[in-house]
């Protein structure tokens, strides 16, 4: 059976737009391929026509696929209405089913290739930042395939921006091993670390760039963030999170819910 690509796309955009949950696009009858599912989420980015600002990267926490029934990482697109500072609290009427996640920011100064080694690749970085990614199901309980969750943009929601970095040598080197403690108000909830995203941001960095297609190569003054060093955790309105990031990052980042 042939999927009908843009029927699909319109559908995954407007719940997008409305907040809405639909029926997961696979079924037992109709599985969804990874090529449909990247060109599902690629029409939905031309129907939606937000500027681009970045990209995300998601499951890259191996730890957590067996949560969420996928086996692989997936990426989606940052968009300019959706990046937002600590200092502006997030709507989370615009988003179905939010959770946050910390994460390890990558700011690029050069556009990186996929003949780069590791090295090459960090030469690319000019800051890195502490970042919440609040990622949303439009399918019910979080339940879906990993293709289902390409097409839907990567569950991306939005993504609240720490301060930036100066990516030293130093710094790059140290991304791996820097500690993270997540907080819901003044409770412990989680702790992580930079390796647990495919042995840290580089490496996703990496991982990246052999994902893309040509034509959607990463350019100079893209942002990447690299994937949650914790489980994906529940949020309401109302309540204030926090992360501390240690090691060479040493910062914490804050985030506040309506």
């Known amino acids: 059976m042939t999927r009908d690509i843009e029927a699909s796309a319109k559908t995954i955009a407007d719940a997008l737009t409305s907040a809405q949950q639909i029926s997961k696009?696979?079924?037992?009858?109709?599985q969804l391929t990874l090529d449909e599912a990247y060109s599902i989420a690629s029409r939905v980015r031309e129907l939606q026509g937000k500027k681009r600002v970045g990209r995300k990267v998601g499951f890259t926490n191996r730890t957590i696929w067996p949560v969420y029934g996928v086996d692989q990482p997936i990426w989606?697109?940052?968009?300019?209405d959706g990046l937002f500072s600590t200092d502006q609290p997030v709507n989370l009427a615009r988003y179905s089913e939010p959770?946050?996640?910390?994460?390890?920011?990558?700011?690029?100064?050069?556009?990186?290739?996929?003949?780069?080694?590791?090295?090459?690749?960090?030469?690319c970085v000019e800051w890195v930042a502490p970042g919440f990614e609040i990622v949303q199901s439009i399918y019910p309980d979080w339940k879906f395939s990993v293709e289902?969750?390409?097409?839907a943009q990567g569950l991306h929601g939005c993504l609240v921006l720490g301060d930036k970095i100066a990516a030293t040598q130093d710094v790059l080197t140290?991304?791996?091993?820097?500690?993270?403690a997540l907080f819901k108000g003044g409770e412990a909830i989680e702790s992580g670390k930079g390796e647990n995203a495919l042995g840290g941001p580089i490496e996703?960095?990496?991982?990246?760039?052999s994902l893309l297609s040509e034509a959607d190569q990463l350019q100079?003054?893209?942002?990447?963030?690299?994937?949650?060093?914790?489980?994906?955790?529940?949020?309401?309105?109302?309540?204030?999170?926090?992360?501390g990031f240690g090691g060479v990052m040493d910062t914490e980042l804050s985030v506040r819910f309506t």
């Not at 989606?76 to 300019?80: D, I, T």
């Open 220 to 243: 100079g003054g893209e942002l990447v963030t690299t994937g949650t060093l914790t489980d994906a955790w529940p949020v309401s309105p109302g309540e204030e999170w926090s992360a």
């Open 174 to 180: 140290g991304l791996a091993e820097v500690p993270i």
């Open 25 to 30: 696009l696979s079924s037992e009858a109709e």
């Open 76 to 80: 989606g697109q940052v968009y300019a």
């Open 204 to 209: 996703v960095l990496a991982h990246l760039v």
């Open 99 to 123: 959770r946050i996640e910390p994460e390890i920011v990558v700011g690029l100064k050069h556009a990186p290739t996929a003949e780069m080694n590791n090295e090459q690749l960090a030469g």
């Open 148 to 151: 289902d969750s390409i097409a």
